[in-house]
């Protein structure tokens, strides 16, 4: 296995992989494949003021904290990026987790909207990989959401609202997977990653070539 033992040895930070796109364009499920395949991949849990739906558990999903813990957090500068998001929520991305994964060179996701991934952009500049997930159509895109029936109506027009603002927003990212067949979008999602890993300012390249000139000698 001399090629992995070779790409280990030349990194020398970790990938900040921000995913963003309306809510039920699959994200979640896209990130789970991801993360199937690559257990090595760590996922940021943010905090939400949101209601865990059924199913959902603390920790994993999100932290659950009340609006008073949340404002807590703000003042404490705890959170690395935070926005309301469908209108009366606010959810926000722990700022610890973030920075111990990148200084001991791990690669992390988080998955979170196009006003997060626009003030981790701002804050973090080219060490963050910013990927939008697209569904086909705004009908597919209405027929998952509404399929997943874990909103209130109220709640899924919300999210269709901050849908067109994710559209909107599009311009801000650097890479687009357009999730129709799923297997096709994790590939997709899986392709970035490696190749982010191997953006030179990510490597160890010095090392490298200093042994391998040395070598010559
Ligand atoms: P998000 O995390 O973006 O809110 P989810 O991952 O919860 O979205 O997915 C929303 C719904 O769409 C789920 O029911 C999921 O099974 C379904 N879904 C995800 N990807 C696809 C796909 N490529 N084709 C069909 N259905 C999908
Ligand atoms: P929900 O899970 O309630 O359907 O949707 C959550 C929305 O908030 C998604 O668009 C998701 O990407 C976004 N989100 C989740 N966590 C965070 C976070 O920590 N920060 C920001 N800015 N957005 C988040």
Redesign the pocket.
Known sequence: MVADACELSVRSSGVLLVVS????????????RLLERHPELSMSVSCTTRAPRPGEQEGRDYHFISPQEFQQQVAQGGFLEYACVHANLWYGTPRKPIEEALQAGHDIAL?IDYQGARSVRQLLGGRATLVF?APPSWE?LVR??R??S?ETEEATVRRMASARMEFRNMGLFEYIVI????DD?VDQLEAILIAERHRLHRTAWRQLQGRLLAEDD
């Open positions: 796109g309306p809510s039920g364009v699959g994200k979640g499920t896209v990130l789970e998955e997930i597919e998952r959401l399929g997943r874990t999730n129709d067949r799923l979008a």
